[in-house]
C-alpha cells in the first residue's frame, strides 16, 4: 500500500515568517493529494489540495507544490500569523483509500 | 445542513465491553470512512465504504466491524474493547475518490 512520510514533524517560526512542510509518497499511481489542518481538539480540515496533473497551487498564503518524478510533494505557507499554529497533514490517494502523512506541529510565535 | 456527525463524544469502555460509534452525514456522499487518531499521531484507516452495502478494510481493521444499509448512516462497532483500543475515531465522507473529505467532530474513547 502507499506510505506517506512527512517532515519535519515540528516547526517553530516567528510571525510573518515562512513555513515549509515537505511530504513524499511510495505509490507512483497516487493521483491526489490533499493538506488537512488540525487545530488543538478539533476535527482536520482541509486547506487545499493538489492533482497530478497540476505542478503547483495557490490559495492567498498558502501554496503547493507537487514533483510527481520525485514522488514529493510540500506545503508552503507565507507571511505566517499565530492563527497558523495547528498541525498539519498531508496525504496521497492510491485506489480508494487516502493515506496520511504523520503530521507537522506548527508553531507560529509573537 | 449538519454535515457530519458522530455519537457519543467521549466515552469509557471496560475491558471486553463492545460498543457502536454512530455516524452520520447528510450531504448524500456515496463514500464514507472511519479513522482513528493516537495521541501525537497521524490518522490511520479502519475501514471505508464506497455506497450503500458495500464496506472494505483499511490499514487497521481488528477489533472493528462495520455496516453500510443507508446512504447517511456508517456505524463503527468494537467488539471486546482492548486498552490499544483507547483513541479518538473520526468519521469523514465524501461525494467521490478525489474530492474533500469533510469529517466529523470526533469520539473520544478511553478502555480501562
Known amino acids: 500500500g502507499e506510505n506517506v512520510e512527512q517532515h519535519p514533524s515540528t516547526l517553530s517560526v516567528q510571525e510573518g515568517d515562512s513555513a515549509v512542510i515537505k511530504c513524499t509518497y511510495s505509490d507512483s499511481a497516487s493521483n491526489y493529494f490533499p493538506w488537512y489542518k488540525q487545530e488543538l481538539g478539533k476535527r482536520p480540515q482541509l486547506i487545499i489540495d493538489?492533482?497530478?496533473?497540476?505542478g503547483e497551487k495557490k490559495d492567498q498564503r498558502i501554496a503547493v507544490t507537487l514533483n510527481k518524478t520525485a514522488k514529493h510533494f510540500s506545503l508552503h505557507i507565507t507571511e505566517t500569523q499565530p492563527e497558523d499554529s495547528a498541525v498539519y497533514f498531508c496525504a496521497a490517494w492510491a485506489g480508494n483509500v487516502l493515506t496520511f502523512g504523520g503530521g507537522t506541529r506548527l508553531m507560529v510565535k509573537p | 445542513n449538519a454535515g457530519v456527525t458522530q455519537t457519543p463524544k467521549f466515552r469509557i469502555l471496560k475491558i471486553g465491553q463492545s460498543m457502536t460509534l454512530q455516524c452520520t452525514q447528510d450531504?448524500?456522499?456515496?463514500?464514507m470512512y472511519w479513522y482513528r487518531q493516537d495521541p501525537g499521531m497521524g490518522l490511520k484507516l479502519i475501514y471505508y465504504s464506497v455506497g450503500a452495502g458495500i464496506t472494505d478494510k483499511g490499514e487497521v481493521p481488528n477489533g472493528y466491524n462495520v455496516s453500510r444499509s443507508t446512504t447517511e448512516d456508517f456505524p463503527l462497532r468494537l467488539e471486546l474493547a482492548a486498552p490499544s483500543q483507547t483513541s479518538v475515531y473520526f468519521c469523514a465522507s465524501s461525494y467521490d475518490r478525489y474530492n474533500e473529505q469533510f469529517f466529523g467532530p470526533g469520539t473520544r474513547l478511553t478502555v480501562l
Open positions: 493538489i492533482r497530478s496533473n497540476v
Open positions: 450531504m448524500n456522499h456515496n463514500y
